[in-house]
């Protein structure tokens, strides 16, 4: 099992660029969740998919939008990527809601935008 | 609501000595506990979790107990090696939301 994948591992965006990142999980979990990373501000969460077709804001939405495209992925777009949202990006899966439910990780998206 | 408060660090210790990092939180409901952890260049691994209060978690010689009382989760561990050189993230999750809460992390290094 490959885990959580996300693509592409670094990108570098102009302002006013847009890109989507990509996520895929291959272990038949139910939600996904999207979080940046920036130094000091531990994790904090963009958006979160509790199961197929469903999407939900987190504590920092604006300027993303997101598609869950079926059970095993779920992609984040930057429709015209600002110098803030130079971050590490990581993608997260869990099998379902419960509270006992831990998250599992991909390796995370450098992105810087200039 | 629900947040989570870790030590600052950033943390260095010498090989073999004894780690505790701090973690306090405040919850809606009746949380789960877990500690993560980052190498660099790496996304979070779970290290270790409990799912009720008095419960301990444990795995590669980490141990943290869920204090309902005293309201935290904190990490330590025996006799840390090199290879411990990470960072540590204390998060709950309610039974009342969707989400995760992070702390901010602790960044720890162990010197030979």
């Known amino acids: 099992n490959a885990g959580v994948t996300q693509t592409p591992k670094f990108q570098v965006l102009k302002t006013g660029q847009s890109m989507t990142l990509q996520c895929a999980q291959d272990m038949n979990h139910n939600s996904m969740y999207w979080y940046r990373q920036d130094p000091g501000m531990g994790l904090r969460l963009i958006y979160y998919s509790a199961s197929e077709g469903t999407t939900d804001k987190g504590e920092v939405p604006n300027g993303y939008n997101v598609s869950r495209l079926n059970k095993r992925e779920f992609s984040l777009r930057l429709e015209s990527a600002a110098p803030s949202q130079t971050s590490v990006y990581f993608c997260?899966?869990?099998?379902?809601?419960?509270?006992?439910?831990?998250?599992?990780f991909g390796p995370g998206t450098r992105l810087t935008v200039l | 609501g629900n947040s989570v408060t870790q030590m600052e660090g950033p943390v260095t210790l010498s090989e073999e000595a004894f780690l505790t990092i701090n973690c306090t939180y405040t919850a809606t409901g009746y949380p789960s506990l877990f500690w993560y952890v980052q190498y660099p260049g790496e996304g979070l691994q779970l290290l270790l979790k409990?799912?009720?209060?008095?419960d301990k978690g444990s795995n590669k010689g980490f141990e943290a107990t869920y204090r309902k009382e005293t309201t935290s989760f904190h990490l330590e561990k025996g006799s840390v090696q090199v290879s411990d050189s990470a960072v540590y993230f204390c998060?709950?999750?309610?039974?009342?939301?969707?989400?995760?809460?992070f702390g901010t992390g602790t960044s720890l290094t162990v010197i030979p």
């Open positions: 998060a709950l999750r309610s039974n009342t939301g969707n989400q995760f809460y």
């Open positions: 997260a899966s869990s099998l379902g809601l419960a509270e006992y439910n831990e998250q599992f």
């Open positions: 409990a799912t009720k209060a008095d």
